[in-house]
């Protein structure tokens, strides 16, 4: 399951932080089901998704191109 919404991520967005963010989600949602290290899932699931907002922040689509004098 986690594959094929990392591949309908990667297909959507190229630049792969849309998979990132899904895989993510799957995760923290799964970690609700499981009653064993569903907490650690969580956290996981937490981290991983404020580094794939930190990514989408710093993703050279929303650098500024520099102007040629």
Avoid: N, Y
Wanted: aromatic letters at 6%; charged letters at 10%; one cysteine or more.
């Amino acid at each position: 399951m986690l594959m094929m919404a990392a591949i309908v991520g990667q297909w959507i967005d190229p630049e792969g932080f849309l998979a990132v963010f899904v895989i993510t989600e799957l995760i923290h949602l799964l970690s609700g089901l499981v009653r064993k290290g569903g907490q650690i899932m969580a956290i996981a699931a937490h981290a991983l998704k404020s580094f794939a907002i930190t990514a989408c922040d710093a993703a050279p689509s929303r650098v500024p191109l520099p102007t040629s004098p």
